[in-house]
């Protein structure tokens, strides 16, 4: 693969965010386990704990080679760590409803896109380890699969609806959307479409997320 020296830095904070969004979600599958009502819903999330802490291990391999120095530089930590408080404290409060959405869903909302867009960068330069990066993007598929059934299932069970859903949504969202602002500059300096990036970020979101066919909440302002 090759990598432009100019592009090696942004790129490595892209892992960065990435390795760092593994890691909540591997801490917060782990906790999620212990109040899932049912055995299949706990073997998933202890599943998924697992495979989000490999994931991690991979990524910070990846800045490792792209730009030691930056192994821990991550721009987005401030947003992520408040995202990170948020979670934890609904995992606290036994709020299984709202730790499903917060990580399987719109977290690993986001990751998902960023993911399938480096994937796309990865193929154009015939990058190595297709079959892995398959794999990891499968998994990734299904931590988020699970938490809209999750959701999906509750709702038409009574447990919640769709407004309520948004309405618990609204911090998470406005703290990613101040991710995907600063992942916005990352990608603009390695030459990326970053408001392509930024509306992709909707389609790995539930519909009922947004009510009345609102304009995606991630898309980019126009510059004037």
Sequence with gaps: MIVRPDDRVPIARLLAFLAHGERLAQDCARR????????????????????????????????????????????????????????????????????????????????????????????????????????????????????????????ASGATDAATLRACAQPYLGLARDMVTTLCKLFDEIDEDASSWASDVAKYLPEWLSEGGEACPFARPTRP
């Excluded at 386990?33 to 994931?55: K, N, V």
């Excluded at 987005?76 to 995992?91: D, F, G």
């Excluded at 154009?124 to 988020?144: C, M, T």
């Design 32 to 155: 999620q386990a212990g109040l899932a009502e049912d055995a299949g819903a706990r073997r998933f999330l202890l599943s998924q704990a697992r495979q989000e802490a490999t994931h991690a291990r991979v990524f910070q391999g990846a800045i490792l080679w792209l730009a030691p120095r930056h192994l821990g530089d991550c721009p987005l930590l401030p947003p992520l760590e408040h995202y990170r408080a948020n979670l934890m404290a609904a995992v606290d409060r036994r709020d299984f409803l709202e730790a499903v959405l917060g990580e399987q869903v719109i977290l690993e909302g986001v990751g998902e896109a960023l993911l399938n867009r480096i994937e796309a960068g990865l193929v154009k330069h015939g990058a190595p380890f297709s079959r892995l990066r398959r794999i990891l993007l499968k998994q990734e598929e299904a931590h988020a699969g699970f938490g809209r059934r999750v959701l999906e299932r509750a709702m």
